[in-house]
T-cell receptor, first 110, second 112 residues
Framework: NAGVTQTPKFQVLKTGQSMTLQCAQD?????MYWYRQDPGMGLRLIYY???????DKGEVPNGYNVSRLNKREFSLRLESAAPSQTSVYFC?????????FGPGTRLTVL | GQQVMQIPQYQHVQEGEDFTTYCNSS?????IQWYKQRPGGHPVFLIQ?????EVKKQKRLTFQFGEAKKNSSLHITATQTTDVGTYFC????????????FGTGTRLQVTL
């Protein structure tokens, strides 16, 4: 039982490159989330999916797209990476009372 | 939009001292959660408070939810080095039950 898994763990991109961050959960939860964490700013919600087939914008959606492929998987895509997107990205899945976080992806955009 | 602030941003204590972090929301919350993140790790759920004025304890940790449901606190009695990390509060508004708004976090450093 792995909980929430994320790939890759680390990534370095050049400005303008694209990439997809993968997230999967084996807990059968309906709701999944993508956050970014920057120093001194806590976690900010990028996009979330309340259930399979639905996605909604969070606080900082610009420059990102998401896909809820099925109940297990929720991916985050950067179409044209910018240095401002250098951050640590966390995926989470929600049960009734709590969110379970993945280990994070540390992304650097040069 | 909703804002959740925490103070202090950082606190350094000696082992055995007490520690408190405060969380304030710009809007009334339906519930509040607390998470702990160890250095280099991911946030881990600690507790959820739902009722106005609610107080819950977990060993040396005491959590409170304000009467107006706009503020909360976490108090650690007799800190230990294992308490090191960043503590986040996160609130949910009525009508947006799917979304948590995280506070800015308080980083706790404990030395011997």
């Amino acid at each position: 039982n792995a909980g929430v898994t994320q790939t890759p763990k680390f990534q370095v991109l050049k400005t303008g490159q694209s990439m997809t961050l993968q997230c999967a959960q084996d807990m059968n939860h309906n709701s999944m989330y993508w956050y970014r964490q920057d120093p001194g700013m806590g976690l900010r919600l990028i996009y979330y999916s309340a259930s399979e087939g639905t996605t909604d914008k969070g606080e900082v959606p610009n420059g990102y797209n998401v896909s809820r492929l099925n109940k297990r998987e929720f991916s985050l895509r950067l179409e044209s990476a910018a240095p401002s997107q250098t951050s640590v990205y966390f995926c989470a899945a929600r049960s009734v009372n709590e969110q379970f976080f993945g280990p994070g992806t540390r992304l650097t955009v040069l | 939009g909703q804002q959740v602030m925490q103070i202090p941003q950082y606190q350094h204590v000696q082992e055995g001292e007490d520690f408190t972090t405060y969380c304030n929301s710009s809007t009334t919350l339906s519930n509040i959660q607390w998470y702990k993140q160890r250095p280099g790790g991911h946030p881990v759920f600690l507790i959820q408070l739902v009722k106005s004025g609610e107080v819950k304890k977990q060993k040396r940790l005491t959590f409170q939810f304000g009467e107006a449901k706009k503020n909360s606190s976490l108090h650690i009695t007799a800190t230990q080095t294992t308490d090191v990390g960043t503590y986040f509060c996160a609130g949910t508004n009525t009508g947006t039950a799917s979304k948590l708004t995280f506070g800015t976090g308080t980083r706790l450093q404990v030395t011997l």
